[in-house]
Structure formats: C-alpha cells, structure tokens
C-alpha cells in the first residue's frame, strides 16, 4: 500500500466531518438523578454517606467483588488516603511503577512517604515485581493496571506476603477489570479509582477507595470525613486526624448512570480492541501488546501497542496517524522521575532529603515505552466497528508509508524526537 500520507499532503483516511463519539457519555437517568438533588437542598457529602452515594458505592463494591466503598473527591487523594488507611506513616517507603502518571508518585509524598520508581515489565507497561528490591524502609506497593493491562498480581501478593507489605491498587485506568476471576481493586489491601474527565466512568472529577478490610474502611472513612468516626464499630488504636475528602451529590447522581453504562461499553470496547489485536499483528513495523491471559474482564481505557525501532521517531509516527483523522498519543505518560510536572523538593517533602530523582533513578523499559515505543488510542476510538475499521486503517497507511516519513522534514509538525534539555515544554492531552 503507497499512498500519500495526510501528514505529507495526502487525503486523510478520516476526514474532520466524521467525529468520533464525544466523551463522556451521559446516561438517560442523569437528568432526573440530577433534578433530584437539587430539589433536596441537600449537595453535599454529608450526611456521610450521603443517598446516592451509599447507593453508589455498594453497588460499585459489589461489582469489583468489595466489602466496602468510599467516595472521595478524585483519585490523587483517594492513593494518599489508602496509604494512609493501611498505616504508611512518614519516612516509610512506596514502591510505584516508573511508567505512570504522575499523581501515583505525588500522593505517597502527600501520604509524607518516600515514592521508590521500580521499571515496569516491556509486556504489560506495568510494574515489573521481579525488579522490586525491599528494603528495611519500604513499606508498601502502588501498582498501576495501566491503560489495558494488569500488573501481575499473582507474584505481587505472594512478594507482599514474604515482606508484610500493604497493597494498595491504583484502578484509575480499569474500572470494571478483572483478573483471574478477581475485580480490580479488591485484590489488594486497598485499591483506588479516579473518575476525572478522560477515564472510564466519570463525574468530571471524583474519585472511590474499596476495601474489604473492617479495619482499613473504618480509617479511610475517618480521613474522609473530618476525622469522625466511621460505621463499622472498629476502634483503632489511634484515630488519624481527617479533612474533608467527601464527594457531592451531584456527582455520585452520575456516577449511578456511569455505572450501569459501564458494562455495555467495555463490552464493545474489547470486542474492537480484539479486531486491533488480529489486525495490528498483521502489520509491518508494529505490534499489539502480547495477550494476558490472566484478564477475565477487559477494561481497555486507552489502546496501546508498540511501533518497533525503525529509524521513524514514535512522536512523528503519532502525528503521521493523527493526520489520518485518528486521535493518537505518544508522550502519554514519561517515566515519573524525569517528568516536568514532577519535581519535588526536601523544602515541600522533608522525606525525600538527599533523593535526586532525576539522578537516582534509571528505568529503561519505562524509556523505551515513553519516548520510542509506545502509541496510546482513546478509548472512544474502539465503541464503533466502523470507526475502529477506520482506526486500523490509518495505521495501517502509515505503517505501510514509513519510508515517506523518512524522507520527510524531521521537524515537520514539530514532533522531531528531541533531548529532554530541547524540547519545549510538552501539555499531555490526558489531563
Ligand atoms: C494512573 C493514574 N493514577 C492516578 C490518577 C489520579 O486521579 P485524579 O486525576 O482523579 O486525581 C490518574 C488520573 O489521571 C491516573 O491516570
């Protein structure tokens, strides 16, 4: 196939006028949910729980295979509060993937823990367990289910248990997964999910903590909800001090519908992703992530696979695709500790005195993943057959064109592969 890619003044093979679905979606009740709500006078989080979020939270519990559930307002604090719930205290050190976003990292320094980058497995993009080094400090685990795979849980529960270490799952990118017959979520001591505007289910922002530990809801509704004691009877050896992390009820009147929707749409979503998995395999100079055959419910909130060394930055790959008319991403995420939005310091975070992250840590896999590899597509690319018809086609074309590409202007679109010290301060589209 040689045709003139868009990005080289060819005809896309999506033009402008064919949006693709505009996210999110809003569900038929939401309107009514809403009226009600407002006509009660009564918005917030308290009385904690409030209606719709009892309602809300026991049947998200329920579905990932929960005791419990705790709303709160997004899914940075929703870490900071596990971590907490599951006794991280100051000093203690958290291991997080090196390939995530950022506010994995940020919350275990607001928990006034001390983030450890470990390189995730070339597989999944997730934490890879077998570089996981314990020390007399480390305390407990973040892994990260990113994007449409799932750290392996199976080596990482069996690591915890050799070293008395607390789980604490971050889901912000598989609401509704499962994983060996498992909810994401539930497999940790805790696990937390976010509800921002890109993900899965969302209520613009927001975020929920599940748990089946009595002893961790107990204290995750105490720093939820002002330090006030919670509803299970637990008594803990010492109350932590609270703020207010409740969430509206505006938002869990949404989160209702976005539920019930959630189903139906992970449904298509992994019935498309099936069709990229045969069609991308099949396609030169790419390839789709290798099955994991551990999932048993797919989430899929981004599509990702790996554009193979070809002399063809990923960035101009990227771009080369987006011409075409599908949106597609590169720079996702960068490894945390190189990442311009993360750059704490012992004044802000007196744990982390003596730590150069940028120095101190070196993830090659997370690399390779970040800047060379890697290509992320919405979600919302993947619900219609034709539009994912439409997506591997475009690949498809560019692909099959890379030789184009090659010749062409390396600064064309402005997305030559530069140095961290070069390149002008990229905006990430997820956030
Ligand atoms: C992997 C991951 N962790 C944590 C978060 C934080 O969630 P929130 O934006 O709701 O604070 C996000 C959301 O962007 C995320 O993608």
Redesign the pocket.
């Known amino acids: 196939m040689t045709e003139k890619l868009a990005l080289l003044g060819g005809s896309p093979v999506r033009s402008k006028a064919k949006a693709f679905p505009k996210w999110p979606f809003a569900s038929p009740l939401d309107a009514s949910r809403l009226q009600t709500v407002l006509e009660s006078g009564n918005w917030g989080g308290y009385p904690f729980p409030n209606r719709f979020a009892t309602e809300f939270q026991n049947a998200f519990a329920a579905y990932h295979g929960a005791k419990y559930a705790c709303c709160v307002t ?4 929703a ?1 900071t509060i596990a971590l907490k719930a599951a006794g991280i205290v100051a000093g203690d050190e958290v291991i997080v993937p090196a390939y ?2 950022d ?2 990292a940020t919350a275990v320094l607001d928990a006034g823990a001390i983030p450890v980058f470990v390189d995730v497995d070339p597989d999944t993009y997730c934490l890879d367990v077998s570089k996981i080094t314990v020390t007399p400090r480390t305390r407990a685990i973040v892994p ?1 289910h ?1 994007a449409m795979r799932f750290t392996d849980m199976t080596a990482l529960r069996a690591l915890a248990r050799r070293h008395n270490l607390a789980i604490v799952e ?1 889901c ?2 598989v609401h509704g997964g499962e994983y060996l017959g498992e909810g994401a979520g539930s497999m940790g001591d805790l696990g937390t999910f ?3 505007s890109s ?1 899965l289910m969302t209520a613009g ?3 929920i903590i599940l748990t089946s530990r009595e002893d961790c809801y107990e204290l995750v509704q105490t720093l939820v909800n002002c330090g006030r004691a919670g509803s299970t009877g637990y008594v803990p050896a010492r109350r932590p001090t609270g703020g207010n992390y409740r969430m509206t009820e505006f938002q869990t009147a949404i989160l209702l519908g976005q539920l019930e929707m959630l189903p139906d749409l992970a449904r298509q979503r992994a019935a498309q992703a099936a069709r990229l998995d045969e069609a991308l395999a099949a396609i030169p100079g790419i390839s789709p992530l290798p099955p994991q055959r551990a999932i048993t419910r797919l989430p899929v909130y981004n599509y990702v696979f790996r554009l193979h060394e070809s002399g063809i930055s990923r960035d101009l790959f990227c771009a080369a695709v987006e011409a075409e008319g599908v949106p597609c991403d590169g720079r996702f995420y960068e490894p945390v500790y190189r990442s311009d939005l993360f750059g704490p310091s012992a004044e802000e975070f007196p744990q982390i005195a003596g730590i150069d992250y940028r120095r101190n840590f070196d993830c090659p896999i997370a690399v390779r993943a970040a800047y060379h590899e890697s290509v992320w597509l919405p979600q919302f690319v993947l619900l219609d057959p034709a539009d994912a018809g439409d997506v591997v086609d475009a690949i498809a074309k560019v692909a099959c064109n890379l030789d184009g590409l090659r010749t062409a202007d390396p600064t064309l679109a402005g997305v030559k592969a530069m140095s961290r010290a070069e390149r002008p301060r990229v905006e990430r589209k ?2």
Do not use: C, M, P, R
């Not at 997004?74 to 604090?77: D, Y």
């Open positions: 997004n899914g940075t604090a870490i995530t976003w506010g994995t990260v990113l971050d912000a990118h976010s509800f921002q993900k922002e927001g975020g997820n956030y």
